[in-house]
C-alpha cells in the first residue's frame, strides 16, 4: 500500500479537474471522491413540531429491523415522520445514491442500515462510503458499555471509539499501475485529523472523561498514521486536565482483549476504527447491541455501530434489534426528543437486562419480534409518557 500525506488545496484541486471533465473512464470517476468537503448549513426539516427524517433500510436485516424502529416509534409517541429510501445494492448507477443524498440535506438527519454495493465495478461508489464522504460526516462515534445481564466475555465496559469516518484507506483510492499489480492509496490529511482530534477532546471534556488514546501504525506509516498521531499530541497540549497517551493498532487489539478497562475514549483512523469497534463489540455480546453516530458540521446519520447487513440471517425473526432501536434512541436525542429517546431507552434496558428477552445471538431463543413486542409493552406500562 503507498501511504500518502495530502493536502486539503491538492485535493480540492483534483476534485476542480476530474469535475470539469465530461467523459471520465472508471479510474477517474474512482478518484473524483471528495475527501473533504465543507456544506452550507441547512436547517433540520421540522413541521409542525415533528421531525422529517430520511429513512435508509439497505440490505439483509435492514428493511425489518426498520419496520421495527417505526413500530416503536409509534406506541412511544415520537414526532418523526420517515422519508424511506431503498438503495437497489445492483444498480449500476448512482441515481437512487444521489436521490438519498438529496433526501439527507433536505432533513439534516437520517438513520440508516449496511447498503450493499454488489457492483465490482470501479465506477460504482460504494453507497456507505460515499454518503459519508459527500456528507463530510467526517467523525463516527461508538460508545461501547455493558448490558448487565447479557452473557459476555467481559463486564463493566464502558469505551468510546471516536473514528475518522470519511478518509484512511476507505478513501477508495486504488488502481492497477500495471498487469498484477494493485496500488491502494491511504489518504490522511492535517486538517481532517485535526478535525477528529479536536472533535475528541472536546466531547471527553463535556462528558467529564479522564484519558484519550490515539490508536496508530506510525511505526510503519511514518507519514500517514504519523500525521495523525502528531496532530493528536498537538491538541493534546490544549487539553492537560485529559490524559493522554498512544498504541499501536496491533497491540490495542490484544490489550482490547485481556486488559479492556485501561481505555477511557480512543481515537483512530478509519480502518482501524472498523476493527477495533467489532473487537469491542465482541467482547460485550455482539453485533446486535450497540448504535454508532456520523457527524458533520451539518449533517447527522444514526446507524448499528459495526454495520453488519447480516444477510444471512434475513427474513428469520432472529436478528437482534437493539442496535437499530438504540440508534433510533439516538437520532431522538439529537433532535431534542429527550422524554421520548429516555422511554424508549428505558424499554430496551428492561427487555434486556431485566427481562433477559434475548435473541440467539446473545444465547437466547427469543425471536426478533418478541424482543419488540416486550419493549412496546414497557413503553405502555410507563407511568409518565411524553403524550
Known amino acids: 500500500m503507498a501511504s500518502r500525506v495530502i493536502k486539503r488545496d ?12 465530461s467523459t471520465m473512464s472508471a479510474f477517474e470517476i474512482q478518484h473524483k471522491t471528495p475527501l473533504i468537503k465543507k456544506q452550507s448549513s441547512i436547517p433540520i426539516a421540522l413541521y409542525g413540531g ?11 436485516i435492514g428493511p425489518e429491523l426498520m419496520a421495527y424502529v417505526r413500530e416503536v416509534f409509534k406506541y412511544a409517541g415520537a414526532p418523526v415522520d420517515f422519508e424511506v429510501i431503498d438503495i437497489d445494492p445492483k444498480s449500476e448507477d448512482n441515481l437512487e445514491l444521489e436521490y438519498a443524498l438529496t433526501s439527507i440535506k433536505r ?20 453507497r456507505n462510503v460515499a454518503i459519508r464522504n459527500e456528507l463530510d460526516l467526517y467523525v463516527n462515534i461508538l460508545h461501547v458499555k455493558s448490558y448487565p445481564g447479557v452473557p459476555a466475555r467481559q463486564k463493566d465496559i464502558d469505551i468510546v471509539i471516536i473514528r475518522q469516518n470519511t478518509e484512511g484507506e476507505y478513501a477508495m483510492l486504488e488502481h492497477e499501475s500495471v498487469n498484477g ?38 511505526n510503519i506509516m511514518k507519514l500517514s498514521d504519523g500525521l495523525f498521531l502528531e496532530t493528536s499530541k498537538r491538541i493534546a497540549k490544549e487539553y492537560p486536565e485529559i490524559e493522554h497517551n498512544e498504541m499501536i493498532i496491533d497491540n490495542c487489539c490484544m490489550q482490547l482483549v485481556s486488559k479492556p478497562h485501561q481505555f477511557d475514549v480512543m481515537i483512530m483512523t478509519n480502518l482501524y476504527g472498523s476493527i477495533v469497534s467489532n ?3 465482541g467482547l460485550i455480546g455482539g453485533a446486535g447491541l450497540l448504535s454508532g453516530k456520523n457527524y458533520g458540521d451539518h449533517y447527522a446519520i444514526f446507524e448499528p455501530g459495526t454495520r453488519n447487513t447480516g444477510t444471512a440471517i434475513a427474513g428469520k425473526n432472529i436478528a437482534n434489534p437493539i442496535a437499530m432501536l438504540s440508534a433510533s434512541v439516538d437520532m431522538l436525542h439529537h433532535l431534542g426528543h429527550q422524554q421520548h429517546a429516555n422511554l424508549i431507552q428505558r424499554a430496551i434496558f428492561k427487555t434486556i437486562s431485566e427481562d433477559k428477552i434475548h435473541t440467539p445471538d446473545l444465547g437466547g431463543t427469543a425471536k426478533s419480534t418478541d424482543v419488540v413486542q416486550r419493549i412496546i409493552d414497557h413503553i405502555l406500562q410507563a407511568d409518565i409518557r411524553p403524550w
Open 181 to 218: 499489480v494493485v496500488e491502494s492509496m491511504k489518504v490522511v490529511t492535517e486538517s481532517n485529523s485535526d478535525r477528529v482530534a479536536r472533535f475528541a477532546f472536546e466531547w471527553a471534556k463535556r462528558h467529564g472523561r479522564k484519558k484519550i488514546t490515539t490508536i496508530h501504525k506510525a
Open 279 to 281: 473487537v469491542v463489540c
Open 10 to 21: 491538492t485535493i480540492r484541486l483534483g476534485q476542480c479537474i476530474f469535475r470539469a471533465q
Open 107 to 126: 432533513n439534516g438527519v437520517a438513520i440508516k442500515g449496511n447498503i450493499e454495493t454488489k457492483s465490482e465495478s470501479a465506477g460504482v461508489l460504494s
Open 50 to 60: 415533528r421531525n422529517a427524517v430520511s429513512m435508509l433500510p439497505g440490505g439483509g
